[in-house]
């Protein structure tokens, strides 16, 4: 099924009174994406509908015949560079790297250029690390909604995530909520020195000094906050922001892409067995490293067809002959090839865990950074997924863990499991009704 077909059919309700809305997100194609779902579903309901974000993504986003606002800084500026992409897939470093060098520099310019995107909104509705957004919502008086892709931004001491920059505080999770409070109290206290430039600016704007944490409890609207995820991977904690409702997964595949498989991909697949899918997002692809020959080794000592999906950086393209049945091909829409894979071997992205899980296919994962070890944690917690930490990543290791995956039937029958209920939401239509409710609410 193509999912943007289908989901362009569905005829949607009629608002009694249009509004402006503007969606602002920043990051990869995994950041952009749901909004642009959520976008053309609000679009679909008769809302004259933007995005405001990286001005490299204009062309995915007015494709679809909604609006766009640039926003700096352009995250296409620091992907293209090498140097950089180390720094920003960086385990322990990355998340730091991101805020304090790429997006607090620029803070001030999004600020700004978010302003102007604003003029005349009567909803803004924002990214986690969208900092400038709130600002703007409380120093305007825009009615704001937050969002949240994946269960790691909650911070629950009652779910407590994996921390990239510590995931060794992850063995402690025994000890309980109270240890976690005090473990997480901890953390804000390291990271509190990230966000000062965004309280140096309400200073300069006029707004009054606010307790509110901007990486923490000051990223959720106090007045609703949708999860863009499953209920399987996060359900509601009693230390969510009140308020808060989950919607499912807002999949898109995009537009620029859309409509299918291209009949190369298409031959491959009808050539032979389901092969073992190798994927690294929209991120991650630009700093793989050995992932995709390791793999491809890995899928040789097995005797299974691969495909590996190895982006726009030719370095990701295997430098020997391809063997018999090994795929190498830029992209492919995740809803078309994955429910045709025999596994998915993928980072652990938040929009590459959603696409796997509705397919219904066994994942190995291996992660890179930021949500990807806790994402990695939970489906593997579900039983549908093993995971390897990537300095372990090598054919041999790949191959062992793969071996355990395809050999031991509780993982594809699980997964099965766990596809069909994934299927049987619909994160789209949810978000826009749970906005729309609140747009009610509001006149």
Known sequence: MNTRTEQGKKRQPVPKSPKRIVLSTFGSLGDLHPFVGIARGLKARGHDVAIATHASYRERVECEGVGFHPVRPDIDNFLEETALMGQIMHMRKGPEFIIRQ?????????????STAAQGADLLVSHAITFATPLIAEKQGIPWISTCLAPTSFFSIYDPPVLAPMPALSLL???????????FQIFRHLLRGWTEPVRSLRREIGLPESSRDPLFEGQFSPALTIALFSSVLGSPQPD??????????????GGRHGGGLEPEISAFLDAGDPPLVFTLGSSAVMNAGKFYTEGMKAAQQLGKRAILLIGRDQRNRPQEPLPPGIGVFEYAPYSEVMPRALAVI???GIGTTGQSLRAGRPML????????????RRVVRLGVARTIPLKSYTASTVARELRSLLGESRYATRAAEIGRIV???DGVNAACKIIQDHLDALS
Do not use: C
């Open 240 to 253: 969510w922001p009140p308020n808060t409702h989950v919607a499912g997964f807002p999949f898109y595949d």
């Open 365 to 376: 994962v291996v992660p890179y950074g930021f949500d990807q070890p806790d994402n990695a």
């Open 173 to 183: 999770d025994f000890l309980g909520p109270s240890a976690q409070k005090f473990l």
């Open 423 to 425: 299927q049987s939401e």
């Open 346 to 348: 993928h980072q652990g």
């Open 102 to 114: 790429i997006f607090m520099p620029h803070l001030r310019d999004s600020y700004d250029d978010m």
